[in-house]
């Protein structure tokens, strides 16, 4: 006898509520989606998706298996939506110094972790707008996601198929009449709950701006710690920040400034940029970068995690949406040590 297909209850509508839905979509389960409005970190993010962690030149965890499952993932939404959401855009890193670029070329020859993501450029193929006194790295297989769109879309889709609504959920509601499952892609709006199974949440406020450059900065992402990301009409996104300090979406007065003039210290010629959008919002970060998944409480068998997507959910959502599903399924034991809440030592399972 087939078994019987839960009702599932998909709290948040950023870009983990937007994932998990289309997870259970494509597998043909019911669901709902409930979102409060509330600020989401969505509606800030650069959308890059990028295989390098560019601070030590090491890769990212699981940097093919996921990017490759995130690119075929979002070009199938893509089918079903009848838009592009997904661009193959390469980033050129620019060396902050001799020893960076040293340890980038031997990388780059092979033998390392590395190696099948970064190459070397010659001063020849950098575009005419960068200054590089170091030199510059090639990262060709990296891309860019227009979440705002995803998300939007998405709603867009759930709302005409009468599977949207805008309300609240927290943990005291447990599991609404009708549901089977809940699953929890709160972002940071899931702190409070999980502090309450000894799970850090923590907020990681970030700001980015859309600039517009008097001259062309080229087509592709340049980084030089600052990073400019080209949006395909002349204008740019420009970021971001990192602060632990400040736990409310706000933008400071101080920051368009400094991400301009980060995003300038890359280009050869002084030139005028306007400011046209400046945003801010807040990473739902845990302390291993990794996200938490899965049932956290025996008590709530039904309450299942989605959140912590930190600086890389562009990235990491595709493979971290069907591993929810497929635990809460129960076509897996449970989701990969990795990502399961048993490995905060300060987890406390009831
Ligand atoms: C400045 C900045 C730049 C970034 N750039 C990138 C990038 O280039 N690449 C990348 O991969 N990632 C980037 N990120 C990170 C990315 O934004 C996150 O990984 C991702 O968006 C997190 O998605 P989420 O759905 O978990 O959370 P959110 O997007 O915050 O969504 C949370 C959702 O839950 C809803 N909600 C909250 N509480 C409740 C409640 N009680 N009841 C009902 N609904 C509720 C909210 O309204 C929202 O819909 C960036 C983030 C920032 C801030």
């Known amino acids: 006898m087939r078994p019987s297909v ?60 996921q990017q490759d499952e995130a690119r075929a993932r979002y070009q199938l939404i893509e089918s079903h939506l009848e838009t592009v959401l997904w661009r193959d855009v390469p980033i050129v ?41 170091h030199g510059a790295g090639l990262v060709p297989d990296a891309g860019w996601v227009n979440v705002v769109a995803l998300t939007e879309a998405s709603r867009t889709k759930w709302q005409g198929l009468g599977r949207w609504e805008q309300r609240t959920w927290n943990m005291t509601d447990g599991c609404p009449e009708g549901f089977d499952a809940v699953v929890d892609c709160r972002g940071t709006g899931a702190v409070e709950d ?18 517009k450059p008097a001259a062309d900065w080229g087509e592709r992402i340049v980084n030089n710690v600052t990073w400019a990301l080209p949006l395909g009409d002349g204008t740019y996104r420009v970021g971001s920040t990192y602060r632990w300090d400040i736990h409310e979406p ?36 845990c302390f291993d970068r990794r996200p938490i998944l899965g049932v956290v409480s025996k008590e ?22 069907r591993w929810t599903i497929e635990a809460l399924l129960g076509e897996r034991e449970a989701v990969p040590d990795e990502v399961h809440p048993k490995r905060f030592p300060t987890f406390t399972e009831n």
């Open 300 to 321: 709530h068998p039904h309450y299942h995690a989605c959140v912590g997507w930190g600086t890389r959910g562009v990235t990491i959502g595709p493979t971290v949406a």
């Open 93 to 133: 890193r620019v060396f902050p110094n001799r020893e960076y670029a040293d340890r980038w070329a031997e990388r780059a020859a092979g033998g390392h972790g590395v190696s099948p993501f970064i190459e070397t450029m010659d001063d020849a193929d950098l575009h005419e707008s960068i200054k590089a006194p």
């Open 194 to 211: 999980l502090a309450a199974f000894g799970l850090e949440l923590r907020k990681n406020h970030g700001e980015v701006l859309r600039v």
């Open 250 to 285: 706000i933008c400071l007065d101080e920051s368009p400034a400094a991400l301009m003039q980060g995003a300038a210290n890359a280009r050869a010629i002084a030139q005028e940029m306007q400011c046209i959008e400046h945003r801010a919002g807040l990473r739902p970060t």
């Open 6 to 65: 839960p009702t599932i209850l998909v709290v948040g509508d950023g870009l983990a509520g937007c994932l998990i839905a289309w997870e259970l979509y494509i597998r043909g389960c019911p669901f709902t989606v409930w979102s409060d409005g509330s600020p989401a970190a969505s509606d800030v993010a650069a959308g890059m998706s990028n295989p390098v962690s560019f601070k030590r030149i090491l890769p990212q965890w699981n940097a093919k298996e």
